[in-house]
C-alpha cells in the first residue's frame, strides 16, 4: 500500500483523484495499493460523488446566470464552464469505476484517459471557481448599478407625474375659470 502522510506525520488516504497520476501505470499502482476492500469503497464512494457533483451543479449554474443576467451580452460566459466540469468529473468517475470493476486485469488505454481526466478536472474546476468568484463580483456590480439606475429613473418618473398632474391641474383651472367667465356673462 502507498503510504501518504500529512503534514503531521500520519497516514492519510491516498485518493486517486487527488494525486494526479501523470500515467496508467500511477493510476494502477493506487488501485493496487487499496486492495480488495479499498476497491469496493472506492466504488461505493463514486457513486456519491457523482450524486454530489449533480447537486453542486445547479446551484453554481444558477449563480453565473444570476450574475451576468444583467451584464452586457457580450460579457457573458453562460453556464457552460460549471456543465462542462460536471461532464468531465462525472466521466472520470466513470473511468474509475471501470477500472476498478475490471481489477485486476489492466486498460491501459482506460488508465491513460483516467490519469488525463483526472488532470482536466482539476484545470477546469479551478476555472470554475474563478468564474464563481468573477461571477459574484459582477453580480454584486451589475445589480447595484441597476438598483441605482432604478432610483434615478424613478426620481425622473416621479417628478413627470407631477408636472402633469400640475399640468391637469391647471387645465381645469382654466377650464373652471372660463365656464365661471361664461355665467357671469
Not at 502522510?5 to 496508467?24: A, M, R, V, W
Not at 454530489?52 to 453556464?79: D, K, N, Y
Not at 461532464?87 to 473511468?95: A, G, K, P, Q, S
Request: hydrophobic share 45%.
Amino acid at each position: 500500500m502507498l503510504l501518504v502522510l500529512d503534514s503531521s506525520g500520519n497516514e492519510t488516504l491516498d485518493i486517486l483523484e487527488y494525486q494526479h497520476p501523470g500515467t496508467s501505470e500511477k493510476v494502477y499502482e493506487y488501485l493496487n495499493s487499496y486492495g480488495v476492500k479499498g476497491r469496493l469503497a472506492y466504488q461505493t464512494l463514486l457513486m456519491y460523488d457523482c450524486f454530489f457533483l449533480l447537486c453542486r451543479t445547479v446551484p453554481l449554474c444558477l449563480l453565473v446566470q444570476w450574475a451576468f443576467q444583467s451584464a452586457p451580452r457580450w460579457s457573458r460566459p453562460g453556464v457552460w464552464l460549471p456543465l462542462l466540469t460536471t461532464f468531465v468529473d462525472l466521466t472520470e468517475n466513470v473511468l474509475i469505476w471501470l477500472l476498478l470493476k475490471t481489477f485486476p486485469h489492466r486498460l491501459d488505454f482506460l488508465g491513460q484517459m483516467t490519469a488525463w481526466m483526472i488532470e482536466l478536472k482539476w484545470i477546469l474546476f479551478f476555472s470554475t471557481v474563478a468564474l464563481v468568484c468573477i461571477s459574484g463580483l459582477v453580480g454584486i456590480y451589475y445589480s447595484f448599478h441597476s438598483m441605482l439606475a432604478n432610483s434615478v429613473l424613478m426620481e425622473k418618473d416621479r417628478q413627470e407625474k407631477l408636472r402633469a398632474r400640475q399640468h391637469v391641474t391647471d387645465v381645469l383651472q382654466r377650464t373652471q375659470s372660463t365656464s365661471n367667465d361664461k355665467k357671469k356673462k
